[in-house]
């Protein structure tokens, strides 16, 4: 069994606060995460694909190579912050790869 762990905490936020974000390890659906939580995923070390979607908006793939014993520590958030929040309309539509941003910390 594995020991390598890809942590992901969701910052807190006005932009989706009331929605779950879906996780996805090596394309398939891990599980759900909600404002302000985190979550810790068990993964084989190697390296592994990490996005995070809301409806048809989804971070960029980031490429994790986790090792074993260690634990690879992410942080996801929208980028909709202060007046970029006016624009939501357009980044769905628009940029729905900058909608949610997914960061190694």
Known sequence: MSNSIIEIKRIKQYANKARAIEIYINN????????GETKSF???PIQN???AKIDWC???PLKINT???AISKLELGSNLTGFKLLF???YVIFKTSEYLYLKKI
């Not at 398939?28 to 404002?35: F, G, S, V």
Request: glycine share 0%.
């Open 58 to 60: 989804k971070t960029k």
């Open 67 to 69: 090792k074993e014993n």
């Open 88 to 90: 939501a309309f357009y």
């Open 28 to 35: 398939k659906k891990t599980d759900t995460i909600r404002d």
């Open 42 to 44: 068990q993964v084989d």
């Open 49 to 51: 694909e990490v996005y």
